[in-house]
């Protein structure tokens, strides 16, 4: 039997529903590319659930040493809420996955994701964990306007909760190069009334951004010199937008 690679333990010791290992690639190749005199890029992971997307960017910063500094933010609610054992936060997930975050966490999804850290390999590459909600003021105003390379954007889908983390998190960006990317849009839902798709649009519009579908329910949004257009249908990739 042959040893399985790090990206492949993310994904089967790690329960979650990570469809962006191609988006993670893209950035961490655009990224590594930069001039090291400048410092390391910063990358905000915006909602980790398990830690399975966490895990993969993990492996590709420590596989091509990448000048990037990995921040991760989430609420991480607990798994059970009251004596009586009733889960309200997290009723929506998997029986597979609940049984896992019982076992590695106690009840605590922000155990369990650190345990997961921990017991892959990941933790080392992970610069900063924030444990609380992405629209707090006192976590948001930790970070300077123009100073981060990207984001990944994957909590509620709701659609006043997206146009607000929008609103907070799009002038963090880099104006001279950066990217936001997310998990489970359905660009069939964009002309949909309140949806995730629909805020994601509206929000992106307004700052005149185009917003590219990647492929796998995810999406790439670039500021300044960045074209977040992906080419080719299995690896997409970003690329520096020629000067003209």
């Not at 333990?9 to 590594?32: E, K």
Request: proline fraction near 4%.
């Amino acid at each position: 039997m042959r040893n399985l690679s790090h990206a492949e333990r993310c994904f089967q010791d790690i329960p979650g529903t990570f469809h962006g290992p191609h988006v993670y690639t893209a950035a961490v190749s655009m990224f590594s590319q930069q001039d090291l005199a400048k410092g390391r890029a910063l990358f905000l992971e915006l909602g980790a659930y398990m830690g399975q997307s966490t895990c993969f960017m993990a492996r590709l910063i420590k596989r091509r040493r990448a000048p990037i500094e990995l921040h991760v933010i989430d609420f991480w609610a607990p798994l059970l809420e009251n004596d009586a054992g009733a889960s309200t936060s997290f009723a929506w997930i998997p029986s597979n996955h609940r049984a896992s975050a019982l076992a590695a966490g106690k009840g605590e999804m922000s155990m369990a994701w650190a345990h997961n850290m921990i017991t892959s390999g990941s933790w080392d590459a992970i610069s900063r964990v924030v444990h609380g909600s992405d629209t707090d003021m006192n976590i948001v105003s930790r970070y300077s306007d123009d100073s981060v390379s990207f984001i990944y954007l994957d909590t509620s889908h709701g659609y006043w909760q997206t146009k607000r983390e929008l609103q907070l998190w799009w002038p963090k960006l880099k104006a001279s190069g950066s990217l936001l990317c997310g998990d489970d849009y359905d660009a069939a839902k964009r002309d949909t009334p309140r949806s995730y798709a629909a805020a994601l649009h509206a929000f992106f519009e307004e700052h005149g951004a185009r917003l590219f579908d990647w492929g796998g329910n995810q999406f790439c949004v670039a500021k300044g010199n960045i074209d977040a257009r992906p080419t080719g249908s299995h690896a997409p990739r970003l690329r520096a937008q020629q000067r003209r």
